[in-house]
């Protein structure tokens, strides 16, 4: 249940999203790549997830651990479902 509250927290989800590639961002870099986020909650994420050993601070920015990394192997089959959801199936039409 830990690992879905920390998930479930706004700007989570955005946060690893913009660190799944090579790239390791700034603070200020990926503040900008989360549109809208103020720097308080970012910070509050990134120390979040830096507890949680899925991000990790490096000399240049920040990056997924080993484990962000397993994690976001593990999110892929959600994100291929998420691809094919259409929210309109299965409710029922008057």
Known sequence: MAI???LGR????????????????TFRALQ?????????????????LRDAAIVERADD???LTA???????????LERWANTWEPSA?????
């Open 61 to 63: 920015g920040y990056r």
């Open 10 to 25: 706004r700007w989570t989800l955005r946060v690893l999203w913009e660190l799944r590639g090579d790239a390791v961002p």
């Open 32 to 48: 900008a790549r989360c549109d809208g986020v103020s720097s308080s909650v970012l910070a509050e994420r990134l120390a979040e």
């Open 90 to 94: 299965g409710r029922d039409r008057p």
């Open 67 to 77: 484990q962000g990394r397993k994690l976001l192997v593990t999110l892929a089959p």
């Open 4 to 6: 879905l509250d920390l």
